[in-house]
């Protein structure tokens, strides 16, 4: 049989090799992508280029809600991709300026300090850069440069560009975040997501080159990503969770809330939520229009109330870099609106992140099965890329060598 087609597997085995469903596939194509020995070698899959096992053909894309989404949540999988040498541009959605107050929660009354969200909204990106920066040079100090960058006409976005290294990127929508982790707020991406509001405006941190304030549709911030994902062509996507698990505890009814903001209440923040449906319409859209990627979905909140799944020299890694991020060490980077979110600080692991700091999970982690042995002796592997499920099989039993990748039964999005 020839390498270029797949070996003949029951379509109950290519369930079972695929996770039975999208979400477990492509957590188990986060495996394949990782692990494997043999990636993909031709360009069908990965776009025009070398092989996925030169980290410049390689190219991540995380789309988070709040400046530290990525360090709590897709930490250290984050940094072992930035330090690899791929290309990694991180889209943060939201300015994240909550109360306005740039405080310790463990300050004796926080409530005393003056409110300036753009202020802090500012403060939460230079943390932000400062992590990254550690994470790719070693570095928090590290220079960026900061540009204002129209993806769709008549709108702008704030680009970073970490100077030592390019092709670290962050980008900042500057969306109003919901200030509420559950409570119902029209003014919110689950508001606009919902159709609870038809635009949602953008908060300019102090500082910013965009020029003036922007309201998006739902539409808009769906093809501002599809852009970005034109943009990057990453080789794999990292969302927050799209399947936040329901408490029992229903959110209280009040008289003038939206019928469409109606529903359960859920273990993590409704921003999390709500970007990751974001990224999965601009997913859907970018479907055909370029490389397909392994998505990778990653709990939030909900990663705190499960069982510990990093080792401490891990967890404590994690934890320095949220208190880069949280300016804990105090440093001086020039900007008197701050360097770092003082709400996070040096408490990250000692009880300040409610045990976010000792786990990172996938929805759906996967398992082995995405390997299985053929009639005729050649293993076959299986992952879906860009909601499609593909195969590569061994050239022939034993060899260890896979062909090229063919898609198997269909599309699955």
Not at 67 to 75: E, K, R, S, V
Not at 90 to 106: H, K, P
Request: aromatic letters at 6%.
């Amino acid at each position: 049989m020839s390498p270029a087609h797949p070996p003949r597997v029951s379509r109950r085995r290519l369930l079972q090799a695929t996770g039975g469903g999208v979400l477990a596939a492509t957590a188990g194509a986060g495996v394949w992508a990782r692990l494997s020995d043999h990636p993909p070698r031709t360009a069908e899959p990965a776009g025009p280029g070398g092989s996925l096992a030169d980290p410049a053909a390689q190219s991540f894309l995380q789309v988070i809600a709040h400046a530290d989404d990525g360090l709590y949540f897709m930490n250290p999988d984050l940094e072992q991709s930035l330090r690899g040498g791929a290309r990694s541009v991180t889209v943060c959605l939201t300015g994240g300026e909550a109360d306005g107050r740039n405080v310790s929660r463990r300050a004796p009354d926080p409530a005393r300090v003056p409110e300036d969200r753009a202020a802090f909204a500012r403060a939460r990106a230079n943390g932000l850069r400062a992590a990254h920066a550690a994470m790719a040079t070693g570095n928090p100090a590290a220079r960026w440069d900061v540009a204002a960058l129209s993806l769709l006409p008549g709108l702008e976005v704030e680009i970073q560009t970490l100077r030592d290294a390019p092709q670290h990127q962050l980008i900042f929508l500057g969306l109003v975040e919901a200030r509420a982790v559950w409570q119902s707020r029209a003014a919110s991406l689950r508001g606009l997501w919902l159709g609870a509001t038809g635009t949602l405006p953008t908060l300019r941190p102090l500082g910013t080159p965009v020029k003036r304030q922007f309201h998006y549709t739902r539409d808009q911030v769906t093809e501002t990503l599809v852009a970005v994902l034109d943009r990057v062509r990453p080789t794999v996507v990292r969302t927050l969770d799209p399947n936040a698990v329901h408490s029992r505890r229903r959110p209280p009814a009040t008289p003038d809330r939206d019928p469409r903001l109606v529903g359960p209440r859920y273990y993590d923040h409704q921003d999390h939520t709500a970007s990751a449906y974001f990224a999965q319409a601009a997913l859907a859209a970018y479907a055909g229009r370029g490389r397909p990627a392994v998505v990778e979905n990653y709990l939030g909140y909900e990663a705190g109330a499960l069982p510990n799944d990093l080792d401490l020299e891990a967890a404590r890694r994690k934890a320095r870099l949220l208190s880069v991020y949280g300016w804990a060490d105090h440093r001086a980077c020039g900007d008197p609106a701050g360097c770092g979110d003082r709400k996070v600080g040096g408490s990250a692991l000692n009880g300040g992140s409610r045990n976010w700091t000792r786990s990172t999970r996938l929805r759906a982690p996967g398992s082995n099965a995405w390997v299985r042995r053929a009639a005729d002796g050649r293993l076959a592997a299986f992952a879906v890329l860009g909601g499609t499920a593909y195969c590569w099989a061994e050239t022939r039993p034993g060899s260890g060598s896979f062909g090229a990748p063919v898609p198997v039964g269909g599309e699955l999005l």
